[in-house]
């Protein structure tokens, strides 16, 4: 029975060693600062992992080293009371961010967990605690509320510089349409999220869009305009991505594609519904991480974009119609600012007149309107918006009489009186085609797909044409 109990003896002092050895070896090796001291300010024990953060050679270095706590390893000396108040009057862990010294005398900031031991009658024994070097995490932390502070005070000052403002960059308006409009576009302004932008042709889509450009945090890099209605299909993925010398026939040279040129600045998409499925399937990659591929290489580039597009068509319905893949849609339909036609914001006719006056006479007094011309102005529906008001002032300007092309009452003899002038053949025939486009324009109210149905002309011709003869303004885009 004797041998029992010493062979009992003997399997517990090995489950007892057993022990002891793992929970030295976790002590020995944990990547994580471990230690125990006591209440007057000594170390006891501390592991290597705690020594090499506080820089020391050996936990042994460390525990001869510091014979004060509180004075030589707290940076601010009075914490180490606050940590000793909270770890009495608390039976579990005490959590702490303090400073603490190294041995070459730098300081660093460290996650701190620590708890008393205590006997039977509660009396505190020691201190048992960990710590993790959180140095560089707090600085990013400092540093993303800094920013974040930063940026909140600079929408702030936006809202307060903009706020029932008649004009954001070269937008015009200050109708309560217009305020939300501007409201939405210093919102967007301050991330890097997809915007997406709906509006009539003409209502001014590629203003918001550099307004956009201008008040973030990319405005010192280049903003990238890509008209995707002009652009030949077989065409359009050489002009995004670019191409390799030797990749076709003809390419002489390395030429960077819209993508290339918008690292760092904003890609604008106008007239993003006329992309094909196909080239849609392409540029969800460089969308998603900024990855693609140059015609001709085989190795990807990247390029940090920000995604601003702009439509005059329902986009839902084109992902129904199966015109539009979904998630394309979901990929540039995050932030959608809708822009109001000119019928909705009449208030800012007068603001605009002014506006185009002054910069097409070029002149800070622009001649006075009658009274009847500025009623007519503001009764008028504006197929084409913003564009259309320009032109009808430009021609007003011209031979001072109002046109309105898109009303059925226009006397169509007169349109054919004015391209009957005097001069050559091919300038007749020029002007009376321009006025043809700009009739057809705006009874279709500028919906280029239908005017080039109207007119029996594909849409690269209309295109074309419209610029010919002035009918995309280099001032009033899109």
Same mark, same amino acid.
Not at 100 to 113: E, M, P, V
Not at 289 to 312: C, I, Q, W
């Given at each position: 029975m004797e041998k029992g109990m010493h062979t009992t003896e003997m399997s517990i002092e090995e489950e007892i060693r057993q022990r &002891?050895?793992?929970f030295q070896s976790i002590?020995?090796?944990?990547?994580?600062?471990?230690?125990?001291?006591? $209440?007057e300010g000594r170390f006891l024990m501390v592991n290597p992992a705690f020594a090499a953060i506080l820089g020391y050679d050996s936990p042994e270095d460390l525990i001869n080293s510091i014979q004060d706590i509180e004075h030589q390893f707290y940076f601010h000396s009075e914490l180490r009371?606050?940590?000793?108040? &909270?770890?009495?009057?608390?039976?579990g862990t005490c959590r702490f961010e303090p400073e603490?010294?190294?041995?070459?005398?730098?300081?660093?900031?460290? /996650? $701190?967990?620590?708890?008393?031991?205590?006997?039977?009658?509660?009396?505190?024994?020691? @201190?048992?605690g960990f710590i993790e070097d959180v140095t560089e995490a707090r600085r990013w932390r400092d540093a993303i509320r800094e920013q974040a502070a930063k940026l909140s005070d600079e929408n702030l000052r936006l809202r307060t510089l903009f706020k029932d403002r008649f004009r954001l960059g070269k937008i015009i308006g200050k109708s309560a349409p217009m305020q939300e409009v501007y409201e939405i576009i210093l919102k967007a302004a301050g991330t890097d999220t997809s915007v997406i932008i709906y509006g009539e042709s003409g209502t001014g889509k590629e203003l918001v869009?550099?307004?956009?450009?201008? @008040?973030?945090?990319?405005?010192?890099?280049?903003?990238?305009p890509v008209n995707c209605g002009a652009i030949p299909e077989t065409l359009l993925e050489r002009e995004f991505f670019g191409h390799k010398r030797g990749a076709?026939?003809? &390419?002489?040279?390395?030429?960077?594609? =819209? $993508?290339?040129?918008?690292?760092? %600045?904003t890609l604008f998409l106008d007239e993003v519904a006329e992309l094909g499925l196909d080239m849609q399937v392409k540029l969800l990659r460089a969308i998603?991480? %900024?990855? =693609?591929?140059? $015609?001709?290489?085989?190795?990807?580039?990247?390029?940090?974009?920000?995604?601003?597009? /702009?439509?005059?068509?329902?986009l839902r319905q084109m992902v129904k119609s199966g015109k539009m893949r979904e998630d394309f849609f979901f990929r540039i339909d995050i932030v959608p600012i809708d822009l109001p036609p000119i019928r909705q914001r009449r208030e800012d006719i007068p603001l605009l007149v002014d506006h185009y006056l002054r910069h097409l006479t070029s002149d800070d007094n622009p001649p006075v309107l009658p009274g009847k011309v500025l009623e007519a102005l503001y009764k008028y529906e504006y197929p084409g918006n913003v564009r259309e008001l320009q032109n009808i002032l430009q021609r007003y300007l011209a031979i001072k009489r109002l046109d309105f092309l898109g009303s059925f009452e226009h006397d169509h003899e007169s349109i054919l009186s004015q391209a009957d002038e005097d001069g050559p053949l091919q300038d007749r025939m020029a002007r009376y085609e321009k006025m043809q486009i700009e009739r057809c324009l705006a009874v279709n109210r500028w919906h280029r797909g239908k005017t080039a149905n109207a007119l029996g002309i594909d849409r690269k011709t209309l295109y074309s044409k419209m610029r010919l003869y002035g009918l995309i303004s280099p001032h009033v885009e899109e």
């Open positions: &002891a050895d793992k002590f020995e090796n944990s990547a994580m600062g471990i230690f125990q001291s006591t $209440l009371a606050e940590v000793l108040a &909270a770890v009495e009057s608390k039976d603490f010294r190294r041995k070459d005398g730098n300081i660093i900031t460290c /996650a $701190l967990s620590v708890r008393a031991f205590r006997d039977a009658g509660g009396k505190i024994l020691h @201190l048992d869009a550099r307004a956009i450009h201008d @008040l973030s945090g990319r405005s010192g890099r280049e903003f990238v076709f026939t003809g &390419a002489n040279a390395d030429t960077r594609g =819209y $993508l290339d040129r918008a690292d760092g %600045g998603e991480d %900024g990855s =693609y591929f140059p $015609l001709g290489e085989n190795r990807p580039k990247k390029s940090d974009f920000r995604l601003v597009s /702009a439509t005059n068509r329902n």
